[in-house]
C-alpha cells in the first residue's frame, strides 16, 4: 500500500468501473462489484489491492499473491493462480492506465500562495535551524539539532531524523530520513523515476507511488538524485557514501556501507549488496543484482550480474585481470610494425 503521507488516494473503484476506464474485458465469471483501493506489487498487495503480472519469473509470486486483481496477459493468465484477472494485450500499459485512475494528477490552487516558510502541521525538534527561503511542508517532522540551509523545498510528510545536516536548495519529497544524514547542495531526494510505456497516444508515465529509505548516517556530496520507488521503496542502508554527481533510479537498494564515486547511473529496481565500491563514472543497467563486496572499476558498463567479491572492469564489465589482458593486448597490436629501414 502506497504511504498516505505523500499521496492522495482516489476510490475505491468497481472492477466494472475499471475495466470500463481503461477499454478492457474482466474474465468470464469475475464479481464486477468487485471493490479496488489502491494499487500493489504481487508480494506486498492484500485484498482490495489491483497488482500487475507482466512476467514469468514472477510465477510464485501471481500464484499466491493476496491481490483482489492481477492485470495481465492471455498466455500468463494461464499460470496457476486464485485471483480475479484482468486480462489485456499489453498489462504494463494497462496497470499504469489504473495507477492514474487510483492517483490522479492533484488539483492546482490558482493564485499566489502566502509565504508560510513552516507549515502549522508541520513538527520542528529542538535546536533545529532552517535558513532563509527554506519550506517545510505539511505533516513533515523534523529531528532535533537538524541543520537545514538556504531555500531548501522538504515535501509534505518526509521524515528527517536527529543530527542531519541538508545542504543549502536541496529538495527532498516522499522521503524517510535517519539520523545524522547528511546532505551536500543541490541534492533531489524522492523525485519521480523514470518510467514510461508506449500507448497509442505518445508515451504514458507510469505512476510513481513509492518512496525514498534512508537509513542513519549516509552521507551525499553535491547535485545528487535519488529517485522514489514506483511501487515500494528506494532503499539506501545504513552508513552509504555518495560522492558528487551520482543518479540512483527508482526501487534500487544499495547495502550498508557502499562506496559510490562521482558521475555514477544506477538503473533501476538494481540491487546492490553491502560494502562494495563503485568507481567513477560506472553505468549500471537495471534490475540487476550485484554481490557484496564486489569492485566495479572507474568507467565500467555493467550489464549482468556481479557476483560477491567479484572484481571487474570495461565495457560490458568483466572480470578485472582479464579486462587487463586484453587491454594490454589491444595496445600491443595496435602498435605500428617497424619498417626495414627503421629495423636497421
Excluded at 514472477?58 to 494461464?78: G, H, I, R
Excluded at 554527481?245 to 544499495?254: A, K, S, T, W
Excluded at 554481490?291 to 567479484?310: C, F, Q
Aim: with cysteine; proline share 6%.
Amino acid at each position: 500500500m502506497t504511504d498516505d503521507r505523500f499521496y492522495e488516494r482516489a476510490g475505491p473503484f468497481t472492477l466494472a468501473d475499471i475495466a470500463g476506464r481503461i477499454g478492457a474485458e474482466p474474465e468470464k465469471g469475475a464479481p464486477g462489484a468487485l471493490k479496488l483501493r489502491d494499487v500493489a506489487a504481487l508480494e506486498s498487495a492484500e485484498p482490495g489491492d489491483v497488482s500487475l503480472f507482466s512476467d514469468g519469473k514472477y510465477a510464485n509470486a501471481f500464484a499466491v499473491t493476496k491481490a483482489s486483481l492481477v492485470v495481465t496477459n492471455d498466455k500468463l493468465a494461464a499460470m496457476p493462480h486464485g485471483v480475479s484477472l484482468l486480462v489485456v494485450p499489453n498489462p504494463r500499459l494497462a496497470f499504469a492506465q489504473v495507477g492514474h485512475i487510483f492517483y490522479p494528477p492533484a488539483k492546482l490552487e490558482a493564485g499566489v500562495r502566502t509565504a508560510a516558510p513552516v507549515h502549522p502541521t508541520a513538527t520542528i525538534g529542538a535546536d533545529t535551524e532552517i535558513g532563509p527561503g527554506s519550506e517545510i511542508g505539511a505533516g513533515a517532522k523534523i529531528g532535533a539539532n537538524v541543520w537545514i540551509g538556504n531555500n531548501v523545498v522538504i515535501g509534505r510528510g518526509v521524515e528527517i531524523g536527529d543530527g542531519c545536516r541538508i545542504g543549502h536548495n536541496c529538495v527532498v519529497t516522499h522521503a524517510v530520513i535517519g539520523q545524522r544524514v547528511v546532505m551536500g547542495p543541490n541534492n533531489s531526494i524522492g523525485n519521480q523515476g523514470f518510467s514510461f510505456v508506449p500507448s497509442l497516444e505518445g508515451l504514458l508515465r507510469v505512476p510513481q507511488l513509492g518512496r525514498v529509505v534512508i537509513e542513519d548516517d549516509v552521507e551525499f556530496g553535491s547535485n545528487c538524485t535519488v529517485d522514489r520507488g514506483a511501487i515500494g521503496d528506494t532503499h539506501i542502508e545504513r552508513g552509504v557514501r555518495f560522492d558528487s554527481l551520482i543518479h540512483v533510479g527508482h526501487n534500487v537498494r544499495i547495502g550498508h556501507h557502499s562506496l559510490v564515486v562521482a558521475q555514477v547511473g544506477i538503473g533501476g529496481s538494481t540491487t546492490i549488496g553491502p560494502m562494495v565500491l563503485i568507481g567513477g563514472q560506472v553505468g549500471i543497467s537495471d534490475h540487476l543484482t550485484i554481490g557484496a563486496g564486489a569492485r566495479l572499476a572507474a568507467r565500467s558498463g555493467v550489464t549482468r550480474d556481479i557476483g560477491a567479491g567479484e572484481r571487474v572492469g570495461g565495457y560490458p564489465a568483466r572480470p578485472l585481470k582479464r579486462w587487463h589482458r586484453e587491454t594490454a593486448l589491444l595496445a600491443k597490436m595496435a602498435r605500428p610494425k617497424k619498417t626495414d629501414d627503421e629495423a636497421e
